[in-house]
């Protein structure tokens, strides 16, 4: 297991939401001013807003050594942010935020290590494969990260897009994960109905990745104190990386990200002894 780092920007600035509070809202509708779009922009519940930019996280992941963290675009205006983080920490982080095939090789010349995305090929609320495969053939399975964010509906995990607002028809099941794991090289999941909330992770999500994911999996979302790396650890069977957000000392919260780091490291030379 891995502690993976974050950087979400939002209207160019690093911050940390609750997930599933990111809406698109009408200026007409709202009278809203100052935005990087005419007509659109995008609101959330923010946790944090830093005052640093994206490359100076970039920085500090690069120089601790901690590879295979996420740049997420939340909405529009982010773009220049985002190829600041890239370029800072080439090949060390991941990139995702309305990716399509017609710019995803941008953001790996950039510097990132593969694109994630989910609302692409999730189109109209089901997965296509005619999409999936093109994407695949463009930027290659190596350099792709298929983000399974879901909500809980009916006791099952539902695949969500558009901001986390949309269900789609696809649950988060063993078949699903492992008819998905051949086209990808990695899973991004965030457990969004906890995302953003510190109120503590959702363990039968973290177990499901742990039995069935054949390939890296890291989940996001909930984790409220420092026993949840073990406890992740342990729930997904060693398997399951991790990324904190809002709970790290670095963005507002009270967990240290030193601390994490150490534990980080301790966990990697333990596996690499075992």
Not at 32 to 53: G, L, P, V, Y
Not at 63 to 84: E, F
Not at 90 to 107: E, K, R, T, V
Request: with cysteine; proline share 2%; hydrophobic share 35%.
């Amino acid at each position: 297991m891995k502690f993976r780092p974050c950087i979400d920007i939002k209207n160019g600035k690093v911050v940390q939401i609750v997930g599933g509070s990111l809406r698109d809202i009408s200026i007409s509708d709202k009278n809203i001013t100052n935005t990087n779009d005419a007509t659109h922009t995008d609101t959330a519940i923010t946790n944090f807003e830093s005052t640093q930019t994206s490359s100076y996280f970039a920085d500090l992941y690069r120089n601790d050594g901690i590879y295979g963290g996420h740049v997420i675009s939340l909405g529009r205006g982010n773009h220049d942010a985002a190829i600041l983080a890239l370029k800072a920490f080439p090949g060390g982080l991941q990139f995702g935020g309305g990716i399509h095939p017609d710019n995803a090789s941008n953001y790996l010349e950039a510097g990132a290590s593969h694109v994630i995305v989910t609302s692409f090929v999730f189109s109209g609320g089901k997965i296509d494969m005619d999409k999936l495969n093109l994407l695949v053939k463009r930027v290659g399975k190596n350099n792709l990260v298929l983000d399974l964010s879901c909500r809980k509906r009916d006791g099952k995990f539902w695949i969500v897009t558009d901001r986390w607002q949309n269900f789609t028809d696809t649950p988060v099941t063993a078949r699903t994960i492992e008819s998905l794991a051949i086209h990808c090289d990695e899973f991004l999941v965030h457990g969004v109905d906890v995302e953003g909330k510190m109120a503590g992770v959702q363990s039968d999500l973290v177990e499901l990745l742990g039995k069935f994911s054949p390939i890296p999996a890291t989940y996001a979302g909930g984790v409220s104190s420092f026993s949840d790396l073990e406890h992740v650890k342990k729930t997904g069977a060693d398997r399951v990386d991790l990324t904190i957000g809002s709970a790290l000392d670095i963005f507002g919260g009270s967990i240290s990200y030193k601390d994490v780091v150490a534990w980080h490291n301790t966990n990697q030379q333990v596996g690499k002894n075992e």
